[in-house]
T-cell receptor
Framework: QKEVEQNSGPLSVPEGAIASLNCTYSDRGSQSFFWYRQYSGKSPELIMSIYSNGDKEDGRFTAQLNKASQYVSLLIRDSQPSDSATYLCAVPGGGGYQKVTFGIGTKLQVIP | EAGVTQFPSHSVIEKGQTVTLRCDPISGHDNLYWYRRVMGKEIKFLLHFVKESKQDESGMPNNRFLAERTGGTYSTLKVQPAELEDSGVYFC??????????FGPGTRLTVL
């Protein structure tokens, strides 16, 4: 079982719709979760972090965490073509180390 | 504020040759990380420096890879001798605040 699992997509949504990106993780002790956005040929960019169960909203983005189910998601409301990118779920390593374990990323395509 | 920079952006070498990748972190960031993405796979952690010290090198594939960070500023990652399976995109990231890592644009390495 992979440590961080994501569907690689592509996920296609029409402009203005809600895009829902999902991620599961294997380490039940994980405390922090991140979403990175990566445009084609560019570097990953941290867009959301979440540490507690529930929802965290930032503009059009909402991160959702359910530690009991080991599930974290990212919702993008009013999707725009500029949101088309690969979204990487990331979980920091344990034991006091700062390395981050990434999922393979979900490619999102927002259709105008 | 300048971001993380990496040099070169692309490198094409023959199997058996040596390549050195360079990363300049954001000024003042003590933490520096190297990651690698092989085509079709997840971004994988290689190692983590705190200033000039290696904090965690658990992700280094083998002894053909040597990372240094003399003086705690820029870092180099040398691959010697390069093998075909070393091809991929090598990302560098830096952080000051724990877990908030800023990524560079990456070096795309192709070993022929």
């Amino acid at each position: 079982q992979k440590e961080v699992e994501q569907n690689s997509g592509p996920l296609s949504v029409p402009e203005g719709a809600i895009a829902s990106l999902n991620c599961t993780y294997s380490d039940r002790g994980s405390q922090s979760f991140f979403w990175y956005r990566q445009y084609s040929g560019k570097s990953p960019e941290l867009i959301m972090s979440i540490y507690s169960n529930g929802d965290k909203e930032d503009g059009r983005f909402t991160a959702q965490l359910n530690k009991a189910s080991q599930y974290v998601s990212l919702l993008i409301r009013d999707s725009q073509p500029s949101d088309s990118a690969t979204y990487l779920c990331a979980v920091p390593g344990g034991g006091g180390y700062q390395k981050v374990t990434f999922g393979i990323g979900t490619k999102l395509q927002v259709i105008p | 504020e300048a971001g993380v920079t990496q040099f070169p952006s692309h490198s094409v070498i023959e199997k058996g040759q040596t390549v050195t990748l360079r990363c300049d972190p954001i000024s003042g960031h003590d933490n520096l990380y190297w990651y690698r993405r092989v085509m079709g796979k997840e971004i994988k952690f290689l190692l983590h420096f705190v200033k000039e010290s290696k904090q965690d090198e658990s992700g280094m594939p083998n002894n053909r890879f040597l990372a240094e960070r003399t003086g705690g500023t820029y870092s180099t990652l040398k691959v010697q001798p390069a093998e075909l399976e070393d091809s991929g995109v090598y990302f560098c990231a830096s952080s000051q605040v724990i877990y908030e890592q800023f990524f560079g644009p990456g070096t795309r390495l192709t070993v022929l």
